[in-house]
Structures are given as structure tokens and as C-alpha cells.
């Protein structure tokens, strides 16, 4: 097993935001009530292409695990739940940080472009996670993302998956 490059130039992951959010876009959005018949339900990326549709979820969780795999770091990429002023609901984007004090990009099924955090005005970020830990808002570290009971349910699958 090969160890994961993390010294990625920027230019290079940049492209590859561009790309990934532009390629992921283009499958088609579906409610979980309409696609699955349940409230909430977190597709791993296989479920959401086979099933050629997903929500929000299903969109930063496709764009987050195919940019890990392209040897993006993982502490450059953030899940994160915001609440959206333009829908008037809770909603799902992914965050790039180049560094980890720096203003994030936003990757969002909703806008093609990448951009940053500040032209997105709409979106007020409530809490973020990645493989490593969970960040609420004003409050920091809260602890392991483990605690999301929807990405434990989500990681599960992405394991027997994996064995099969």
C-alpha cells in the first residue's frame, strides 16, 4: 500500500475542486423522501451514482470521498451542515480550507463554480466534519465524528462495501 502524497500544489488541487464539483453536479437531485422513502438517508458515493441521484448529502459526501482519493488531505476538506438563507433550510456543502485558518471554498450541488465562502452570504455554517473530528461554530472541537449517528451509519456501509 503506497503512502498518501500530501505536498499536492495548490494550483493542482484547485483544478480538481473545479472539476469534481462541475463532474458530481451533473447527477440529478432527488429528496431522500422521493428517492429512498425515508426523511434522511446518507448515500455512499456507489449508492448515489447507481442510483443516478442524490440530495445535498449525497453530493459533499461523493465530492469529499472522490477528492480523498485523489490525494487531497483530508485536513483541507470539511463536510459541512449550514442552514441556507436562499432555500430556507438546512443544507450540505462541502468546505475546502487551504490552510486551516484560511476562508474556505465552497463545492455546493446548487452553483457549479467554486467559491468562496464570502460570496456565499446565504450559507451560515452550524457544524463541519471530516474523518478526524467534528467542529461546531463559536464552539470549536466537539468531538469525533463518530457521534453523527448518519455518518457512522454511512461509514458502515462504505466498509461492507469494501469487503465485497
Known amino acids: 500500500m503506497s503512502a498518501r502524497r500530501t505536498d499536492m500544489q495548490p494550483e493542482r488541487e484547485l483544478a480538481l475542486l473545479a472539476m469534481v464539483n462541475r463532474y458530481f453536479n451533473r447527477v440529478r437531485f ?3 423522501y422521493e428517492h429512498w422513502g425515508v426523511e434522511d438517508y446518507w448515500a455512499t458515493p456507489a449508492e448515489f451514482f447507481a442510483s443516478d441521484g442524490g440530495d445535498c448529502e449525497d453530493y459533499s459526501i461523493a465530492k ?3 477528492l480523498k482519493e485523489l490525494n487531497v488531505p483530508l485536513a483541507r476538506l470539511r463536510i ?3 442552514k441556507s438563507s436562499k432555500l430556507k433550510q438546512a443544507h450540505m456543502v462541502l468546505a475546502y ?3 486551516p485558518q484560511a476562508e ?5 450541488n446548487l452553483d457549479n463554480e467554486v ?3 464570502s460570496q ?6 452550524v457544524y463541519s466534519f471530516n474523518d478526524e473530528d467534528v467542529l461546531i461554530v463559536g464552539r470549536g472541537n466537539a468531538g469525533s465524528p463518530g ?3 448518519m455518518w457512522r451509519e454511512l461509514t458502515g456501509r462504505l466498509e461492507r462495501e469494501a469487503r465485497t
Open 115 to 117: 467559491r468562496p465562502a
Open 104 to 108: 474556505p471554498l465552497i463545492l455546493d
Open 97 to 99: 480550507y487551504t490552510t
Open 80 to 82: 459541512t451542515y449550514v
Open 30 to 32: 432527488l429528496s431522500d
Open 147 to 149: 457521534q453523527i449517528r
Open 120 to 125: 456565499r452570504p446565504d450559507l451560515v455554517p
Open 64 to 66: 469529499y470521498y472522490a
